[in-house]
């Protein structure tokens, strides 16, 4: 891979001004794998971010060294997010990526300061921290060099099989802290995977991953989401993928129904007009309320899910990402140069 780029533009552009006073610097690269995308590089003002108090995530504090996210699945949840930067939500989100350049070193010294209490800390939970762009940048070798030399437990969610790459460090901080890795796969169809997460290693590579991780001693569990309704939960998918999961040797699957938040929603209502069009009548009743589907819908899922994790022989579906081990008594530097996306907590 080379580091050509045919842009560069220092402090500029029309989205300078979203990410404070900071400098922007936008790139691109003529690499195939960068065909077409756009890189922001700034330097942020602080990574370790507070999952609001009203937040049903099982953590309390995220580091998101990415915005917008190549993996380009059309149902992200994280696509309202990058509204907040007043970029576009679509093909935007998928294609012009925000890189916190300094993050490493920036998490080294917020780990360091008085105030930080050495609270779990969750990655991958708002865009995928291993999506293309870090094979360029490698932000996460020093974020997590950071994270085990203060023995700060940590967890990461992902689709990218570029974990892999890190999976020394991996295991160098699982000897000195809580480590949990939980790999995102909702569903083994390969045609419903070219269609609905265009940019993702195939189901099945990430399910190498769990194997790889779990042959060296990690820990890896599954989350298995999104369960698309009419396209990913009939009950022979389900038993097919759950069982994938159990041969790759997870620690546990936990099933996550699709929800379709604004900025999502319309994304992949578009999509499925486009795609399968005889279910969008069904779609707009089964989210009719909402984001989410109804409580039966979800309650069946759950069910289906846990009997084929019993049946197959996996662990607890409640031990995918581990839980904060505790709250700080006091929050690390606040991050002044947040915007409101950062907060947004999605899983992949
Ligand atoms: S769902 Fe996850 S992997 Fe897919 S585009 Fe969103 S952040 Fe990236």
Not at 117 to 145: K, S, W
Request: aromatic share 8%.
């Amino acid at each position: 891979m080379r580091w050509d780029h045919l842009a560069e533009n220092p402090a500029a552009g029309p989205n300078a001004a979203l990410f404070g006073t900071s400098a922007v610097t936008t790139r691109t690269f003529d690499a195939p794998e960068f065909s077409g995308i756009t890189f922001h590089e700034v330097r942020a003002r602080s990574i370790l971010n507070r999952v609001p108090g009203a937040s049903r995530m099982p953590f309390e504090w995220t580091v998101n060294p990415y915005r917008g996210c190549t993996h380009a699945c059309v149902y992200c949840f994280a696509r309202k997010s990058h509204g907040y930067l007043d970029l576009d939500t679509g093909l935007g989100f998928d294609s012009q990526i925000v890189v916190k350049i300094n993050a490493p070193e920036l998490l080294r010294r917020q780990l360091a300061a008085r105030g930080w209490q050495g609270a779990h800390v969750a990655m991958g939970t708002n865009v995928d921290c291993y999506q293309r762009a870090e094979g360029r940048y490698r932000l996460m070798p020093g974020i997590i060099a950071a994270l085990r030399d203060r023995a700060n437990p940590f967890s990461i969610l992902t689709k990218g099989t570029l974990i892999l790459r890190d999976l020394e460090l991996l295991r160098q901080a699982a000897e000195v802290t809580e480590v949990g890795v939980c790999v995102s796969v909702g569903f083994l169809d390969h045609a419903l995977w070219r269609d609905v997460e265009p940019g993702t290693p195939a189901p099945g590579r990430r399910l190498d991953v769990v194997r790889t991780l779990t042959g060296h001693g990690i820990g890896c569990g599954v989350l298995m989401a999104p369960v698309i309704p009419f396209l990913g939960d009939h009950p022979d998918q389900l038993r097919a993928t759950v069982r994938a999961i159990a041969a790759a040797g997870a620690t546990s699957v936990t099933p996550l129904t699709l929800h379709l938040r604004p900025g999502a929603r319309e994304w992949f209502m578009a999509w499925l007009g486009e795609r399968h069009p005889h279910l969008v009548a069904r779609y707009e009743r089964l989210y009719a309320a909402g984001a989410y589907a109804p409580t039966w819908y979800q309650r069946r899922i759950t069910r289906q899910v846990h009997e084929l994790a019993a049946e197959f022989g996996i662990g607890p579906a409640d031990r995918g990402l581990p839980r904060r081990p505790g709250t700080p008594e006091r929050s690390a530097d606040p991050d002044p140069g947040s915007d409101p996306g950062q907060t947004q907590l999605t899983l992949l």
